[in-house]
């Protein structure tokens, strides 16, 4: 897409959110010409898209019922690589994408026979992964512990360091002229004879032609939205915490799965374990609990963790859908756009959200992956929410 100013023939775009849907959206909307203005109602880039973990997992977290939403999942890995590139090169951020793959890991026998009916069901699916014992494992990761039994291993598994994609997308953003109201929450969607008008922030009314709904899990609590356009989405709490490992000397490579737990090593030494999954809403807090699992869950993976300091804990709120799958494109109110509710995949589904709704909004053309994943999924009685559960 060519850089250039704002033109008449281009809609005027008010995104709401500025998590990487509405950063990613909002650079290709400005650079492609469009008058963007995103309203964020805290920092630019500080909710789930910064306390995520940056898997790009399509392959080991496939599950037996999300066939359409696997496809979708498959295709934005696809992509994730070119997409890293360009952005990569655009704004000069290294986004410390990682080609490892991921190793998923079993301690008991129960774990094995679980991972087994997993694989399974995966291979079915046609993915390219591969069951290993859990010398062979250990062979890939040596500080694997001695009681796993066997493992998974995909080698199309690859991880980015999303925080340093969420700068790298806000400085895009900017760059392209995009204007970025932080600490300025939406409290409306303005929208008169099923046509958006704009929105309503503290600070007054502001018209745009199309509005981007990219609030995550803030997003259906914006009032002025007919209920057949307000996403069924709800925050979905997880603890997680970041250890430190000598960069020089790292413990692991791979991202690790094992049961409860993922572990996964940045090229800094940060070393991410994550994470709970409550139904707390916005509950903020940190608990015991929470940090004992997590650490009692990743030492049977990987016992040297151990010996790693503690540097960081943190809570995120994964934008949930009434049926955990992203709610993408047009709505029955003429310019209102959605781009939410991603529950666990926000960052692998970066590529194809942000270049599919940006598409939409410019050409008025859906890529066809993304029809399945309609708000009128919820209300349709035609289309039942099985479109997406097959
Ligand atoms: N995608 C990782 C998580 O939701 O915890």
Known sequence: MSLTGPSKSKPSVAIIGGGLCGLGVGWRLAAAGCAVDLFERDKAGKSASWAAAGML??????????????????????????????????????????????????????????????????????????????????????????????????????????????????????????????????????????????????????????????AGAWSYDIDGLPPMARPPVRPLKGQMLGLRM??????????????GIYIVPRRSGHLILGATVEDKGFDPDMTAGGVFRLLEAAWEALPQIEELPLDEMWVGFRPTSRDDAPILGPTSVEGLVMATGHHRNGILLAPITIDGVSDFILNGILDPALTPFSINRFYDETKSETGIRA
């Open 246 to 259: 000598d960069p020089r000397a790292p413990i692991v490579d791979h991202v690790v799965w094992g049961p």
């Open 57 to 214: 997992a399509a392959n080991v977290e496939a599950e037996s019922g999300e066939e359409i939403l696997l496809a979708l999942d498959l295709e934005s890995q696809r992509q994730w690589p070119a997409f890293a590139t360009e952005l990569s090169a655009h704004t000069g951020i290294d986004l410390g994408y990682r080609d490892e793959g991921t190793i998923v890991v079993a301690i008991d026998r129960d774990d094995a026979e679980a991972l087994r009916f997993t694989y399974d069901y995966q291979k079915t699916q046609g993915l390219d992964i591969e069951w290993m014992t859990g010398g062979q494992a250990r062979r890939l990761e040596p500080h694997l512990s001695p009681g796993v039994t066997a493992a998974v291993h995909s080698t199309l598994d690859h991880q980015v360091d999303n925080r340093q994609l969420v700068v790298a997308l806000e400085k895009a953003c900017r760059g392209a002229g995009a204007v970025i109201h932080e600490d300025t929450p939406v409290t409306a969607v303005d929208i008169a004879g099923r046509k958006v008008k704009g929105v309503e922030t503290a600070t007054g009314t502001h018209r745009a032609d199309v509005v981007l709904m990219a």
